[in-house]
């Protein structure tokens, strides 16, 4: 039972437009949501998070928005660099919960 | 800065050995967490300790697998009787305190043949 999905398996952008990425989730019950990045050989690495008290968290070139009434978020990455090309992860987590729950990830190509 | 430290980065085993894949976290951090990802999937969640106790481990996926934290900082994730099928990227994360963003290591590959 997916509980994130990320529809979207890849999205190439062009170098300074804006990429946008997309999650849904169906557990209400999930109130911190975050968007990780990952290379090849490495491991995931943080990029933005958002509480569900918020709609938006902005971070330099990213921004998170929380539709909280449609589960759905997005990360927004304006002006894509070629640097930004990798796989991106949604993940979720409730309050009391122990574990973040992931999407199968969106890769990103920025073409220069 | 000491980031989440796994080693080794690469195992390849026989089908049926034994294998231990350790995990450093960032110092200080109470929360632990391993996951495993094959290719084409997200991270799927196997463990989590909050302190030196497994506080769910809901995600390991039989009786083969098991991990340890007797200190409360370097974990152990230990795999008996291993099968081709476990043969993923595991990952390990620390959290400061759990329910707050977590930090991946580089990961461990393994193999089985």
């Known amino acids: 039972d997916q509980q994130v999905k990320q529809n979207s398996p890849s999205l190439s952008v062009q170098e300074g437009r804006i990429s946008i990425l997309n999650c849904d989730y169906t557990?209400?019950?999930?109130?911190?949501f975050l968007w990780y990045k990952k290379y090849p050989a490495e491991g995931p690495t943080f990029l933005i998070s958002i509480s569900s008290i918020k709609d938006k968290n902005e971070d330099g070139r990213f921004t998170v928005f929380l539709n909280k009434s449609a589960k759905h978020l997005s990360l927004h990455i304006v002006p894509s660099q070629p640097g930004d090309s990798a796989v991106y992860f949604c993940a979720a987590i409730t309050d009391t919960g122990n574990q973040f729950y992931f999407g199968t990830g969106t890769s990103l190509t920025v073409i220069p | 800065g000491a980031g989440v430290s796994q080693t080794p980065s690469n195992k390849v085993t026989e089908k049926g050995k034994y294998v231990e894949l350790r995990c450093d976290p960032i110092s200080g951090h109470t929360a632990l967490y391993w996951y495993r990802q094959s290719l084409g999937q997200g991270p799927e969640f196997l463990i989590y300790f909050q302190g030196t106790g497994a506080a769910d481990d809901s995600g390991l996926p039989n009786d083969r697998f098991f991990a340890v934290r007797p200190e409360g900082s370097v974990s152990t994730l230990k795999i008996q009787r291993t099968e081709r099928g476990d043969s993923a990227v595991y990952l390990c994360?620390?959290?400061?305190?759990?329910?707050?963003?977590?930090?991946f290591g580089q990961g461990t590959r393994l193999t089985v043949v």
């Open positions: 557990n209400s019950m999930f109130d911190y």
């Open positions: 994360a620390s959290s400061p305190d759990g329910n707050t963003e977590a930090f």
